[in-house]
């Protein structure tokens, strides 16, 4: 557990505060640039997954039954879910229970890159490769990063990006807001807003994706100023402004765990 000076905490707290107003569609951060990958080390996650890619089954995110199909998958949409109990990266079942316990990378000895970065990223939800193929899309829908923890307390978990392989022709909407995602570069993408993604490209797009519960220690890693992740630097320009913007008037939602008054004292987690 890191020790937060008060500034230091303030100055987290106040990321908490601008996920959790954007994530009630109001004013707030939808979209941040946080670290890039060292070119090495890019080349080495990018080899990896191709050879885990090769191996192992992925999950089908448009077929019945898998915990994501709500969100109307459009094309060739693949997902491997790389942090689980059983291995098996076709494994879906514990992406979003917002538990920590149980879980862990089992190709590690093959992937060390991959290992080394899962490694590096406390209190992880999930962990996933994402890819959409030429022409493929996820229809607008809401999640939500505000949650409740098991012992009531209210905070947030939060989705981070790792474009691995992509082109201009995929973008991502975030209420209303249209991004491309570069290579190399670890986003905060606030999934409690509106948000879509499609490949307009002719060839796929291939994503790290993953959930952390934002403990204290999980948001110094990400928004921190101290040495970043092994492989990464901190960006020093974190704002991410849209290429264009989007109107949408239809979309896919869930029930929101938590109401934007109870939101209010919102904090750090604790691990679960």
């Known amino acids: 557990m890191p020790v937060l000076t008060g500034a230091r905490e303030r100055e987290l707290r106040e990321v908490l505060h601008g996920i959790r107003d954007a994530n009630y569609h109001r004013p707030g951060i939808r979209c941040l640039r946080l670290l890039s990958a060292d070119p090495p080390t890019l080349d080495a996650l990018i080899a990896e ?77 999930n962990f996933r490769v994402n890819v959409l193929g030429p022409g493929a899309a996820l229809a607008p829908h809401e999640e ?26 995929a973008t991502l909407l975030l209420d209303g807001d249209v991004h491309h995602l570069r290579a190399g570069t670890v986003y905060l993408v606030n999934h409690g807003c509106v948000h879509a993604a499609e490949n307009g ?7 790290l994706v993953w959930d952390m519960l934002l403990t204290a220690e999980a948001a110094e890693t990400m928004f ?49």
């Open 224 to 272: 921190g100023r101290g040495p970043a992740p092994a492989g990464f630097s901190r960006t020093r320009e974190r704002a991410v402004p849209p290429g264009t913007t989007r109107v949408v008037t239809r979309w896919e939602r869930i029930a929101p765990h938590v109401h934007e008054s109870a939101a209010r004292d919102i904090g750090f987690l604790s691990a679960q």
């Open 201 to 207: 490209g002719t060839a796929e797009r291939i994503h």
């Open 49 to 125: 997954v191709t050879r885990l890619r090769a191996r192992q089954r992925p999950s089908l995110p448009g077929a019945p039954g898998h915990v994501t199909a709500w969100t109307g998958p459009r094309g060739r949409v693949e997902q491997f879910s790389l942090l689980n109990a059983s291995g098996r990266t076709d494994d879906f079942s514990r992406d979003h229970d917002l538990s920590c316990a149980g879980k862990r990378f089992h190709h590690g000895v093959r992937h060390p890159a991959l290992a080394a970065l899962i490694g590096s990223l406390p209190h992880l939800v």
């Open 144 to 169: 939500h990063s505000v949650v409740r923890s098991r012992t009531g307390a209210v905070g947030i978990r939060a989705r981070f990006h790792l474009p691995l392989v992509t082109q201009p022709g």
